[in-house]
Protein backbone atom coordinates (compact mmCIF):
# COMPACT_ATOMS: atom_id res chain seq x y z
CA UNK A 1 0.00 0.00 0.00
CA UNK A 2 1.74 3.23 -1.24
CA UNK A 3 0.69 6.85 -0.03
CA UNK A 4 0.61 5.31 3.69
CA UNK A 5 0.62 7.23 6.87
CA UNK A 6 1.50 5.54 10.25
CA UNK A 7 -0.03 5.57 13.51
CA UNK A 8 2.57 5.54 15.97
CA UNK A 9 0.15 4.33 19.68
CA UNK A 10 1.39 5.19 22.93
CA UNK A 11 -1.59 3.87 24.21
CA UNK A 12 -3.81 6.66 24.34
CA UNK A 13 -8.28 6.29 24.22
CA UNK A 14 -8.07 8.70 21.01
CA UNK A 15 -5.59 6.63 18.78
CA UNK A 16 -8.09 4.93 16.30
CA UNK A 17 -9.76 7.92 16.15
CA UNK A 18 -7.35 9.84 14.49
CA UNK A 19 -7.04 6.76 12.25
CA UNK A 20 -10.72 6.93 10.98
CA UNK A 21 -9.91 11.09 10.57
CA UNK A 22 -7.07 10.15 8.64
CA UNK A 23 -9.17 7.50 6.77
CA UNK A 24 -12.15 10.46 6.75
CA UNK A 25 -9.76 12.69 4.60
CA UNK A 26 -9.55 9.52 1.94
CA UNK A 27 -6.05 9.10 3.04
CA UNK A 28 -4.92 6.07 4.09
CA UNK A 29 -3.46 4.84 7.13
CA UNK A 30 -2.03 2.24 9.83
CA UNK A 31 -1.67 1.89 13.50
CA UNK A 32 1.04 0.23 14.80
CA UNK A 33 2.17 0.23 18.56
CA UNK A 34 5.17 2.75 19.16
CA UNK A 35 8.05 -0.44 19.71
CA UNK A 36 7.16 -2.10 16.83
CA UNK A 37 8.52 0.15 14.05
CA UNK A 38 7.27 -1.53 10.64
CA UNK A 39 9.94 -3.39 8.58
CA UNK A 40 8.36 -1.42 5.59
CA UNK A 41 8.85 2.05 7.22
CA UNK A 42 10.13 3.19 4.08
CA UNK A 43 6.93 3.28 2.50
CA UNK A 44 5.07 5.32 4.98
CA UNK A 45 5.19 9.24 3.98
CA UNK A 46 4.04 10.53 6.96
CA UNK A 47 4.06 9.86 10.63
CA UNK A 48 1.68 10.59 13.22
CA UNK A 49 2.58 9.82 17.25
CA UNK A 50 -0.64 9.47 19.17
CA UNK A 51 -1.16 10.94 22.74
CA UNK A 52 -1.08 8.37 25.30
CA UNK A 53 -2.01 7.89 29.70
CA UNK A 54 1.52 7.95 30.55
CA UNK A 55 3.84 11.22 31.42
CA UNK A 56 6.99 11.12 29.70
CA UNK A 57 8.78 11.83 32.91
CA UNK A 58 7.89 8.55 34.45
CA UNK A 59 10.14 5.57 34.28
CA UNK A 60 7.85 3.45 32.66
CA UNK A 61 6.54 5.97 29.72
CA UNK A 62 7.28 4.59 26.35
CA UNK A 63 10.35 6.04 25.07
CA UNK A 64 11.21 4.29 21.45
CA UNK A 65 14.16 5.00 19.15
CA UNK A 66 12.56 7.62 16.41
CA UNK A 67 16.25 8.14 14.74
CA UNK A 68 14.88 6.26 12.04
CA UNK A 69 11.98 8.60 11.72
CA UNK A 70 12.77 12.04 13.17
CA UNK A 71 14.29 14.18 10.11
CA UNK A 72 13.36 11.97 7.59
CA UNK A 73 9.13 11.75 6.91
CA UNK A 74 6.72 14.48 7.91
CA UNK A 75 5.84 14.19 11.75
CA UNK A 76 2.87 15.46 13.65
CA UNK A 77 3.24 14.48 17.32
CA UNK A 78 0.11 15.20 19.51
CA UNK A 79 0.05 15.61 22.98
CA UNK A 80 2.28 12.54 24.74
CA UNK A 81 4.20 12.67 21.49
CA UNK A 82 5.00 16.60 21.37
CA UNK A 83 5.76 16.15 24.59
CA UNK A 84 8.40 13.15 24.17
CA UNK A 85 9.82 15.32 21.27
CA UNK A 86 10.41 18.47 23.64
CA UNK A 87 11.55 16.66 26.20
CA UNK A 88 14.30 14.25 24.64
CA UNK A 89 14.94 17.41 21.83
CA UNK A 90 16.63 19.64 24.12
CA UNK A 91 13.12 21.16 25.40
CA UNK A 92 11.57 20.78 28.88
CA UNK A 93 8.53 18.91 30.18
CA UNK A 94 7.02 19.48 33.44
CA UNK A 95 3.73 18.50 35.54
CA UNK A 96 1.12 21.28 34.82
CA UNK A 97 0.10 23.63 37.78
CA UNK A 98 -3.30 24.85 36.01
CA UNK A 99 -6.19 22.10 34.94
CA UNK A 100 -5.83 21.44 31.22
CA UNK A 101 -8.63 19.10 30.52
CA UNK A 102 -11.19 20.09 27.90
CA UNK A 103 -12.36 23.19 25.58
CA UNK A 104 -9.82 25.77 24.87
CA UNK A 105 -9.21 28.16 22.89
CA UNK A 106 -6.09 28.50 20.22
CA UNK A 107 -4.50 32.22 20.55
CA UNK A 108 -1.59 34.09 18.83
CA UNK A 109 -1.60 31.54 15.87
CA UNK A 110 1.11 32.32 13.81
CA UNK A 111 1.24 32.29 9.75
CA UNK A 112 2.49 28.61 8.92
CA UNK A 113 0.62 26.12 6.44
CA UNK A 114 -0.32 23.90 9.25
CA UNK A 115 -3.22 26.52 10.28
CA UNK A 116 -4.29 27.74 6.81
CA UNK A 117 -7.63 28.89 6.89
CA UNK A 118 -7.88 28.25 10.91
CA UNK A 119 -9.57 30.95 12.72
CA UNK A 120 -7.82 33.00 15.30
CA UNK A 121 -9.91 31.85 18.45
CA UNK A 122 -10.71 28.30 17.30
CA UNK A 123 -11.88 25.89 20.14
CA UNK A 124 -9.87 22.88 20.90
CA UNK A 125 -9.86 20.21 22.71
CA UNK A 126 -6.93 19.55 25.86
CA UNK A 127 -6.24 16.41 27.79
CA UNK A 128 -3.10 16.28 29.61
CA UNK A 129 -1.70 17.08 32.79
CA UNK A 130 2.23 17.68 32.16
CA UNK A 131 3.18 20.55 30.16
CA UNK A 132 5.83 22.10 27.74
CA UNK A 133 7.68 24.74 29.66
CA UNK A 134 10.60 25.19 27.13
CA UNK A 135 10.13 24.17 23.47
CA UNK A 136 12.49 21.75 21.52
CA UNK A 137 15.77 23.12 20.15
CA UNK A 138 15.14 24.61 16.92
CA UNK A 139 11.64 25.03 17.59
CA UNK A 140 9.91 27.97 16.80
CA UNK A 141 6.22 28.40 18.26
CA UNK A 142 2.89 28.69 16.42
CA UNK A 143 0.49 28.99 18.75
CA UNK A 144 -0.99 29.27 22.49
CA UNK A 145 -4.13 28.72 24.36
CA UNK A 146 -5.16 30.79 27.47
CA UNK A 147 -3.90 28.20 29.79
CA UNK A 148 -0.83 26.53 27.77
CA UNK A 149 1.82 29.17 26.14
CA UNK A 150 3.51 25.94 24.07
CA UNK A 151 0.10 24.74 22.24
CA UNK A 152 2.16 23.87 18.99
CA UNK A 153 5.23 24.61 17.32
CA UNK A 154 7.57 23.36 14.60
CA UNK A 155 10.61 22.05 13.54
CA UNK A 156 11.57 23.51 10.82
CA UNK A 157 14.61 21.97 9.84
CA UNK A 158 13.11 18.35 10.88
CA UNK A 159 9.76 19.00 9.07
CA UNK A 160 8.27 18.12 12.79
CA UNK A 161 4.43 19.55 14.12
CA UNK A 162 3.68 19.08 17.92
CA UNK A 163 0.35 20.19 19.26
CA UNK A 164 -0.71 19.83 23.08
CA UNK A 165 -4.20 19.38 21.66
CA UNK A 166 -5.86 16.90 19.98
CA UNK A 167 -7.25 17.31 16.33
CA UNK A 168 -8.82 13.34 16.18
CA UNK A 169 -11.69 14.71 18.88
CA UNK A 170 -15.34 16.54 17.36
CA UNK A 171 -14.76 18.90 19.84
CA UNK A 172 -11.22 20.03 18.20
CA UNK A 173 -13.82 22.98 15.51
CA UNK A 174 -10.96 23.02 13.01
CA UNK A 175 -9.48 19.32 13.62
CA UNK A 176 -9.94 17.74 9.95
CA UNK A 177 -8.17 21.32 8.69
CA UNK A 178 -5.48 20.80 10.45
CA UNK A 179 -4.77 17.29 9.72
CA UNK A 180 -5.51 17.90 6.45
CA UNK A 181 -3.08 20.67 6.10
CA UNK A 182 0.23 18.48 7.47
CA UNK A 183 -1.32 15.48 5.77
CA UNK A 184 -1.44 17.19 1.72
CA UNK A 185 -0.27 20.47 2.19
CA UNK A 186 3.17 19.76 4.37
CA UNK A 187 3.54 15.78 3.64
CA UNK A 188 2.26 15.73 -0.02
CA UNK A 189 -0.21 12.75 0.58
CA UNK A 190 -2.62 12.45 -2.00
CA UNK A 191 -6.26 12.20 -1.03
CA UNK A 192 -6.99 8.83 -3.35
CA UNK A 193 -8.33 6.05 -0.18
CA UNK A 194 -12.13 5.65 -1.46
CA UNK A 195 -14.58 3.22 -1.28
CA UNK A 196 -14.73 2.67 -5.28
CA UNK A 197 -10.52 2.52 -5.45
CA UNK A 198 -10.49 0.19 -2.26
CA UNK A 199 -12.67 -1.81 -4.23
CA UNK A 200 -10.78 -1.94 -7.40
CA UNK A 201 -7.71 -2.72 -6.13
CA UNK A 202 -9.03 -5.29 -3.50
CA UNK A 203 -10.52 -7.01 -6.17
CA UNK A 204 -7.60 -7.13 -8.44
CA UNK A 205 -5.54 -8.55 -5.19
CA UNK A 206 -8.00 -11.12 -4.79
CA UNK A 207 -8.21 -12.78 -7.95
CA UNK A 208 -4.34 -12.65 -8.10
CA UNK A 209 -4.43 -13.73 -4.49
CA UNK A 210 -6.78 -16.88 -5.40
CA UNK A 211 -6.59 -17.36 -8.72
CA UNK A 212 -8.84 -20.72 -9.56
CA UNK A 213 -9.14 -21.64 -5.85
CA UNK A 214 -12.63 -21.88 -4.06
CA UNK A 215 -13.01 -20.14 -1.02
CA UNK A 216 -15.84 -20.93 1.31
CA UNK A 217 -17.30 -18.45 3.88
CA UNK A 218 -19.80 -18.64 6.97
CA UNK A 219 -22.52 -15.74 6.33
CA UNK A 220 -24.45 -14.53 9.33
CA UNK A 221 -26.89 -11.84 8.20
CA UNK A 222 -24.22 -9.49 9.45
CA UNK A 223 -22.34 -6.59 7.34
CA UNK A 224 -18.97 -7.48 7.68
CA UNK A 225 -19.45 -11.33 6.32
CA UNK A 226 -22.30 -9.95 3.73
CA UNK A 227 -19.67 -7.29 2.38
CA UNK A 228 -16.62 -9.34 2.81
CA UNK A 229 -18.73 -12.06 0.58
CA UNK A 230 -20.12 -9.67 -2.35
CA UNK A 231 -16.76 -8.56 -2.49
CA UNK A 232 -14.71 -12.34 -2.82
CA UNK A 233 -17.44 -12.76 -5.34
CA UNK A 234 -16.90 -9.84 -7.71
CA UNK A 235 -13.10 -11.59 -7.84
CA UNK A 236 -13.89 -15.19 -7.97
CA UNK A 237 -17.38 -15.49 -8.79
CA UNK A 238 -18.58 -19.00 -8.06
CA UNK A 239 -15.79 -20.54 -6.85
CA UNK A 240 -17.13 -18.78 -3.65
CA UNK A 241 -18.98 -21.07 -1.79
CA UNK A 242 -20.98 -19.50 1.37
CA UNK A 243 -22.67 -21.40 4.15
CA UNK A 244 -25.36 -19.63 6.03
CA UNK A 245 -26.27 -21.35 9.55
CA UNK A 246 -29.86 -21.33 11.04
CA UNK A 247 -28.82 -21.68 14.31
CA UNK A 248 -32.54 -22.03 15.38
CA UNK A 249 -31.62 -18.56 17.04
CA UNK A 250 -32.37 -16.30 14.79
CA UNK A 251 -35.10 -13.84 14.78
CA UNK A 252 -38.12 -13.91 13.49
CA UNK A 253 -38.03 -15.06 9.90
CA UNK A 254 -34.31 -14.19 9.65
CA UNK A 255 -33.38 -17.40 8.25
CA UNK A 256 -35.62 -17.21 5.01
CA UNK A 257 -35.43 -13.70 4.71
CA UNK A 258 -31.59 -13.01 4.35
CA UNK A 259 -31.47 -16.21 2.77
CA UNK A 260 -33.49 -14.88 -0.03
CA UNK A 261 -31.60 -11.46 -0.13
CA UNK A 262 -28.37 -13.32 -0.16
CA UNK A 263 -29.82 -15.61 -3.54
CA UNK A 264 -30.46 -12.35 -4.76
CA UNK A 265 -27.45 -10.17 -4.43
CA UNK A 266 -26.21 -13.25 -6.80
CA UNK A 267 -24.26 -14.95 -3.90
CA UNK A 268 -23.35 -18.64 -4.49
CA UNK A 269 -24.96 -19.58 -0.93
CA UNK A 270 -26.34 -22.78 0.62
CA UNK A 271 -28.74 -22.24 3.63
CA UNK A 272 -28.14 -24.90 6.04
CA UNK A 273 -31.21 -25.25 8.95
CA UNK A 274 -29.16 -27.04 11.75
CA UNK A 275 -31.70 -25.61 14.54
CA UNK A 276 -32.29 -28.90 15.89
CA UNK A 277 -28.93 -29.57 16.34
CA UNK A 278 -28.32 -26.18 18.42
CA UNK A 279 -31.47 -26.38 20.63
CA UNK A 280 -30.28 -30.48 21.26
CA UNK A 281 -27.10 -29.15 22.47
CA UNK A 282 -28.34 -26.15 24.51
CA UNK A 283 -30.95 -28.21 26.43
CA UNK A 284 -30.34 -28.10 30.20
CA UNK A 285 -27.55 -25.41 29.25
CA UNK A 286 -27.88 -22.75 32.12
CA UNK A 287 -24.81 -20.91 32.56
CA UNK A 288 -24.35 -17.96 30.01
CA UNK A 289 -20.56 -19.13 28.74
CA UNK A 290 -21.61 -22.45 28.49
CA UNK A 291 -24.67 -21.65 26.19
CA UNK A 292 -21.36 -19.67 24.12
CA UNK A 293 -19.37 -22.53 24.20
CA UNK A 294 -21.95 -24.85 23.07
CA UNK A 295 -23.57 -22.81 20.31
CA UNK A 296 -19.81 -21.95 19.06
CA UNK A 297 -19.01 -26.15 19.14
CA UNK A 298 -22.38 -26.65 17.09
CA UNK A 299 -21.69 -23.84 14.71
CA UNK A 300 -17.72 -25.52 13.95
CA UNK A 301 -19.52 -28.86 13.35
CA UNK A 302 -21.91 -27.56 11.37
CA UNK A 303 -19.96 -25.71 9.29
CA UNK A 304 -16.79 -28.15 8.94
CA UNK A 305 -19.79 -30.40 7.53
CA UNK A 306 -20.56 -27.91 4.94
CA UNK A 307 -17.23 -27.37 3.87
CA UNK A 308 -16.28 -30.85 3.17
CA UNK A 309 -18.84 -30.99 0.99
CA UNK A 310 -17.14 -28.10 -1.03
CA UNK A 311 -14.29 -30.75 -2.99
CA UNK A 312 -11.06 -28.92 -3.50
CA UNK A 313 -11.83 -25.93 -0.86
CA UNK A 314 -8.52 -24.19 -0.57
CA UNK A 315 -9.39 -20.91 1.43
CA UNK A 316 -11.81 -19.77 4.15
CA UNK A 317 -13.10 -16.28 3.93
CA UNK A 318 -13.43 -14.41 6.46
CA UNK A 319 -15.04 -10.80 7.31
CA UNK A 320 -12.45 -9.50 10.16
CA UNK A 321 -12.09 -6.01 10.54
CA UNK A 322 -9.86 -3.88 11.25
CA UNK A 323 -10.46 -2.69 14.95
CA UNK A 324 -10.48 -6.99 15.47
CA UNK A 325 -6.78 -6.60 14.31
CA UNK A 326 -4.84 -3.72 16.21
CA UNK A 327 -2.64 -4.69 18.45
CA UNK A 328 -3.52 -2.56 21.40
CA UNK A 329 -1.07 -0.79 23.61
CA UNK A 330 -2.43 -1.48 27.28
CA UNK A 331 -1.82 1.76 29.91
CA UNK A 332 -1.68 -1.01 32.84
CA UNK A 333 0.62 -3.85 30.93
CA UNK A 334 -1.29 -6.55 32.35
CA UNK A 335 -4.62 -8.33 30.20
CA UNK A 336 -7.40 -7.54 30.67
CA UNK A 337 -10.81 -9.52 32.06
CA UNK A 338 -12.55 -11.97 30.11
CA UNK A 339 -16.13 -10.37 30.61
CA UNK A 340 -18.14 -12.11 27.99
CA UNK A 341 -16.04 -14.55 25.28
CA UNK A 342 -17.41 -12.67 22.35
CA UNK A 343 -15.78 -14.46 19.58
CA UNK A 344 -17.70 -17.90 20.26
CA UNK A 345 -16.99 -18.74 16.41
CA UNK A 346 -13.35 -18.56 16.58
CA UNK A 347 -12.35 -20.60 13.78
CA UNK A 348 -11.91 -23.95 12.23
CA UNK A 349 -10.17 -26.94 13.29
CA UNK A 350 -7.04 -26.81 12.22
CA UNK A 351 -6.90 -29.88 10.22
CA UNK A 352 -9.10 -28.44 7.49
CA UNK A 353 -5.74 -26.58 6.31
CA UNK A 354 -7.68 -23.55 4.78
CA UNK A 355 -5.20 -20.61 3.94
CA UNK A 356 -7.33 -17.70 5.56
CA UNK A 357 -8.31 -14.73 3.38
CA UNK A 358 -9.64 -11.43 5.09
CA UNK A 359 -11.06 -8.57 2.31
CA UNK A 360 -12.14 -6.36 5.05
CA UNK A 361 -8.78 -6.40 7.14
CA UNK A 362 -7.79 -2.87 7.08
CA UNK A 363 -11.29 -1.52 7.35
CA UNK A 364 -13.08 0.42 10.38
CA UNK A 365 -16.62 -0.26 10.45
CA UNK A 366 -18.65 2.90 8.74
CA UNK A 367 -15.71 2.25 6.14
CA UNK A 368 -17.18 -1.44 5.52
CA UNK A 369 -20.26 0.52 5.04
CA UNK A 370 -19.53 2.81 2.65
CA UNK A 371 -17.41 0.08 0.79
CA UNK A 372 -20.92 -1.90 0.85
CA UNK A 373 -22.54 0.74 -0.64
CA UNK A 374 -20.54 1.25 -3.37
CA UNK A 375 -20.76 -2.44 -4.16
CA UNK A 376 -24.70 -1.81 -4.36
CA UNK A 377 -25.91 -3.71 -1.24
CA UNK A 378 -29.01 -2.91 0.35
CA UNK A 379 -29.41 -0.10 2.66
CA UNK A 380 -31.52 -2.09 4.61
CA UNK A 381 -28.75 -5.37 5.47
CA UNK A 382 -26.14 -2.10 5.92
CA UNK A 383 -27.81 -0.58 8.45
CA UNK A 384 -29.07 -3.70 10.08
CA UNK A 385 -28.02 -3.28 14.22
CA UNK A 386 -25.34 -5.72 15.46
CA UNK A 387 -26.81 -9.18 16.36
CA UNK A 388 -24.85 -11.51 18.31
CA UNK A 389 -23.44 -14.55 17.02
CA UNK A 390 -25.31 -16.80 19.58
CA UNK A 391 -28.29 -14.70 18.72
CA UNK A 392 -31.41 -15.01 21.32
CA UNK A 393 -29.72 -18.16 22.91
CA UNK A 394 -28.23 -15.19 25.28
CA UNK A 395 -31.10 -13.14 24.98
CA UNK A 396 -33.40 -16.24 26.92
CA UNK A 397 -31.83 -16.04 30.62
CA UNK A 398 -31.14 -19.71 31.99
CA UNK A 399 -31.94 -22.81 29.63
CA UNK A 400 -32.93 -22.43 25.95
CA UNK A 401 -36.26 -24.32 24.84
CA UNK A 402 -37.87 -24.40 21.88
CA UNK A 403 -41.20 -22.68 23.52
CA UNK A 404 -39.06 -19.88 24.74
CA UNK A 405 -37.45 -18.89 21.27
CA UNK A 406 -40.52 -19.03 19.77
CA UNK A 407 -41.63 -16.11 22.67
CA UNK A 408 -38.76 -14.35 22.46
CA UNK A 409 -39.19 -14.30 18.36
CA UNK A 410 -42.81 -13.03 18.50
CA UNK A 411 -41.64 -10.26 21.05
CA UNK A 412 -38.23 -9.19 19.53
CA UNK A 413 -40.14 -9.09 16.07
CA UNK A 414 -42.95 -6.77 17.61
CA UNK A 415 -40.16 -4.66 19.05
CA UNK A 416 -37.86 -4.16 15.73
CA UNK A 417 -40.94 -3.85 13.48
CA UNK A 418 -42.79 -0.68 15.55
CA UNK A 419 -38.65 0.91 15.52
CA UNK A 420 -39.01 0.08 12.01
CA UNK A 421 -42.52 1.76 11.80
CA UNK A 422 -41.85 5.01 13.99
CA UNK A 423 -38.77 6.13 11.97
CA UNK A 424 -36.41 4.88 15.00
CA UNK A 425 -34.76 2.07 14.19
CA UNK A 426 -32.08 4.22 12.93
CA UNK A 427 -31.50 6.64 15.52
CA UNK A 428 -30.47 3.47 17.40
CA UNK A 429 -27.50 1.21 17.72
CA UNK A 430 -28.62 -1.81 18.52
CA UNK A 431 -32.19 -3.32 20.31
CA UNK A 432 -33.53 -6.51 21.01
CA UNK A 433 -35.21 -8.24 24.13
CA UNK A 434 -34.48 -10.69 26.26
CA UNK A 435 -36.90 -13.17 28.08
CA UNK A 436 -36.28 -12.97 31.84
CA UNK A 437 -36.43 -16.69 33.99
CA UNK A 438 -39.13 -15.07 36.24
CA UNK A 439 -42.88 -15.28 36.19
CA UNK A 440 -45.11 -12.48 38.06
CA UNK A 441 -48.71 -12.20 38.61
CA UNK A 442 -51.08 -10.52 36.24
CA UNK A 443 -55.02 -10.51 35.58
CA UNK A 444 -56.79 -10.45 32.10
CA UNK A 445 -59.96 -10.71 31.65
CA UNK A 446 -60.91 -11.61 35.31
CA UNK A 447 -58.35 -14.05 35.65
CA UNK A 448 -55.26 -14.18 37.36
CA UNK A 449 -52.01 -15.25 35.30
CA UNK A 450 -49.00 -16.17 36.68
CA UNK A 451 -46.63 -15.85 33.19
CA UNK A 452 -43.14 -14.70 31.76
CA UNK A 453 -42.12 -11.14 31.60
CA UNK A 454 -39.60 -9.27 29.09
CA UNK A 455 -37.05 -6.61 29.16
CA UNK A 456 -36.56 -4.66 26.30
CA UNK A 457 -33.27 -2.60 25.51
CA UNK A 458 -32.17 -0.42 23.14
CA UNK A 459 -28.38 1.32 23.07
CA UNK A 460 -27.04 4.33 21.67
CA UNK A 461 -23.47 3.00 21.10
CA UNK A 462 -19.94 3.98 18.19
CA UNK A 463 -18.77 0.43 18.85
CA UNK A 464 -20.46 -1.11 21.81
CA UNK A 465 -17.48 -0.63 24.20
CA UNK A 466 -19.46 1.70 25.78
CA UNK A 467 -23.25 2.36 25.62
CA UNK A 468 -26.29 4.65 26.71
CA UNK A 469 -29.88 3.64 26.62
CA UNK A 470 -32.29 5.08 24.62
CA UNK A 471 -34.92 7.81 25.53
CA UNK A 472 -37.81 5.97 23.27
CA UNK A 473 -40.54 8.13 23.34
CA UNK A 474 -43.52 6.93 26.25
CA UNK A 475 -45.87 6.35 23.26
CA UNK A 476 -43.73 3.75 21.41
CA UNK A 477 -43.10 2.08 24.55
CA UNK A 478 -47.30 2.04 25.85
CA UNK A 479 -48.03 1.19 22.20
CA UNK A 480 -45.12 -1.98 21.63
CA UNK A 481 -45.96 -2.66 25.93
CA UNK A 482 -49.57 -3.18 25.02
CA UNK A 483 -49.14 -4.83 21.57
CA UNK A 484 -46.15 -7.36 23.00
CA UNK A 485 -49.02 -8.42 26.07
CA UNK A 486 -52.01 -8.80 23.95
CA UNK A 487 -50.24 -10.87 21.02
CA UNK A 488 -47.66 -12.78 22.56
CA UNK A 489 -49.34 -15.73 24.28
CA UNK A 490 -47.20 -16.37 27.83
CA UNK A 491 -45.73 -13.08 28.47
CA UNK A 492 -47.95 -10.57 30.89
CA UNK A 493 -45.33 -8.23 31.67
CA UNK A 494 -43.03 -5.71 29.63
CA UNK A 495 -40.13 -3.93 31.19
CA UNK A 496 -37.42 -1.02 29.59
CA UNK A 497 -33.70 -1.67 30.20
CA UNK A 498 -32.13 1.86 31.75
CA UNK A 499 -29.09 0.81 32.66
CA UNK A 500 -25.87 2.19 31.03
CA UNK A 501 -22.74 0.51 30.19
CA UNK A 502 -20.96 0.33 31.89
CA UNK A 503 -21.78 -0.54 34.43
CA UNK A 504 -23.89 -3.34 32.77
CA UNK A 505 -23.66 -4.48 29.62
CA UNK A 506 -25.84 -4.29 26.57
CA UNK A 507 -26.68 -7.97 26.54
CA UNK A 508 -28.06 -9.59 29.79
CA UNK A 509 -25.72 -12.91 29.09
P1 LIG B 1 -21.99 -6.60 25.69
O1 LIG B 1 -23.14 -7.44 26.12
O2 LIG B 1 -20.65 -7.16 26.01
O3 LIG B 1 -22.09 -6.53 24.10
O4 LIG B 1 -22.12 -5.18 26.16
C1 LIG B 1 -21.33 -5.70 23.26
C2 LIG B 1 -21.65 -6.07 21.82
O5 LIG B 1 -21.22 -7.42 21.57
C3 LIG B 1 -22.31 -8.23 21.19
N1 LIG B 1 -22.12 -9.56 21.81
C4 LIG B 1 -21.71 -10.65 21.14
N2 LIG B 1 -21.44 -10.84 19.83
N3 LIG B 1 -20.95 -13.14 20.29
C5 LIG B 1 -21.08 -12.10 19.40
O6 LIG B 1 -20.84 -12.31 18.21
C6 LIG B 1 -21.22 -13.01 21.62
O7 LIG B 1 -21.11 -13.97 22.38
C7 LIG B 1 -21.62 -11.70 22.06
N4 LIG B 1 -21.96 -11.20 23.27
C8 LIG B 1 -22.26 -9.88 23.10
C9 LIG B 1 -23.55 -7.52 21.69
O8 LIG B 1 -24.69 -7.89 20.95
C10 LIG B 1 -23.14 -6.07 21.51
O9 LIG B 1 -23.31 -5.66 20.16
Known sequence: MQNNVLILDFGSQYTQLIARRVRELNIFCEIKPYNKLPENLEE???????????????????????????????MLAICYGAQYIAHFGGGNVAPSNTREYGRAKLAHIQADPFFKGVQPDSQVWMSHSDTIQQLPEGAELLASTH????AAYKI??????????HPEVYHTKEGTTILRNFLVDIAGLEQNWTPDAFVETTVAELKEEIGND???????????STVAAVLLHKAIGNHLHCIFVNNGLLRKNEFEDVLDQYEHMGLN???????????????????????????????????????????DARWLGQGTIYPDRIESVSAT?????????????????????????????????????RVGASLGIPDERLGRHPF????????????????????????DHIFIRGLQEWGLYDKVWQAGAMLLPVNSVG?????????KCVALRAVESTDGMTADWVNLPYDFLQKTSNDIINKVPGVNRVVYDISSKPPATIEWE
Do not use: C, W
Request: hydrophobic content about 40%.
Open 156 to 165: ASQNIYGIQF
Open 44 to 74: FKAVILSGSPFSTLSEEAPHPDLSRIKGHKP
Open 269 to 311: VKGVDASARFLDALAGVEDPEAKRKAIGRVFIEVFDDEAHKVE
Open 214 to 224: KVILGLSGGVD
Open 388 to 411: PGPGLGIRILGEVTREKVAILQEV
Open 443 to 451: VMGDERTYE
Open 147 to 150: DVTN
Open 333 to 369: GGPSATIKSHHNVGGLPDYMKLKVVEPLKMLFKDEVR
